[in-house]
Every structure is written in structure tokens, then in C-alpha cells.
């Protein structure tokens, strides 16, 4: 499998859903499931796809792992002495520069815990905070008469 196939595959798995909510939705699933695996993806396939775009038209892109530098600043603070050159490496840029940051910053956390639980947490401190109101409005009631 070469660059172009492997970003087809990522892509068609992770973002060409029916509309763009769901494609929005599938993006955050992923990068939220685990954030530390996500940002590696992203290091590793943003390094692949602007190595193959600069590589025959910029001087400073020669290798892998000047690629990764150039992505790996787009992921932070983007500061950098390698600046992409072709169309197809500044469209990888703007990707980087809009997503990167905010992977980046969660890369860190913990996976998501699966919503079901959060949920039944929810619910039962609701339940709770329930309970108590309608105690509370028992005894003004009671107070009342």
C-alpha cells in the first residue's frame, strides 16, 4: 500500500460518512479514544504524506525525518525552518496547523471513558439531587399547613 492509498483508507474509515455531522462526529470519536495513539497517527501519516509532496521540490525535506520535524512544530508552537513548497504540502500544513494543536493538547489524557458510563454516573447523581428536592418540598409543604 503506498501514501495515497493509506490516506484513503484513514480517511474513508474515519471521516467519509453519510453527512458532515456524522463526519465530525467519527473525527472527535477517534482522536478521543485514544489521544495519544491518535496524535502518533497523525505524526507518522502527515510525515509520509508531506515527505512525498516536498520531497522532489523543497531542499530542506530530504528525509523522513525532516518531514516529521516539519510536522511535529505544526502539531505545537510551529516554529520551523522548513516551509512547504507544493500545493499538495501546504493543504497538509493547513491540516496540521487548524487540528494539530488541539491533538496535541489532549495527547495526554486519558481514552474516553465509554459514554454508557458516564451517563449512568449522570443519572444517578440526579437521581440524588431528586430524591432531596422532593424531600425538601414534603417538609415545606408539611410546614405550610
Not at 510536522?71 to 525552518?81: A, F, Q
Request: negative net charge.
Amino acid at each position: 500500500m503506498d501514501v495515497k492509498g493509506a490516506l484513503l483508507f484513514v480517511l474513508g474509515q474515519h471521516l467519509l460518512k453519510d453527512d458532515l455531522a456524522s463526519a465530525k462526529a467519527a473525527l472527535r470519536d477517534w482522536s478521543g479514544a485514544d489521544p495519544m495513539g491518535s496524535l502518533l497517527d497523525v505524526v507518522m501519516l502527515g510525515s509520509a504524506l508531506f515527505f512525498e509532496a516536498e520531497k522532489a521540490h523543497n531542499p530542506k525535506v530530504n528525509s523522513m525525518t525532516d518531514a516529521m520535524v516539519f510536522v511535529s512544530t505544526c502539531l505545537s508552537v510551529g516554529y520551523s525552518d522548513i516551509f512547504a513548497k507544493t500545493e499538495q504540502g501546504k493543504l497538509i500544513a493547513t491540516a496540521l496547523q487548524m487540528f494539530g494543536p488541539a491533538l496535541t493538547a489532549q495527547a495526554l489524557e486519558a481514552p474516553h471513558i465509554a459514554t454508557n458510563r458516564i451517563e449512568e454516573d449522570t443519572l444517578a447523581v440526579q437521581n440524588d439531587i431528586l430524591t432531596k428536592l422532593d424531600a425538601i418540598l414534603v417538609e415545606l409543604q408539611r410546614q405550610r399547613r
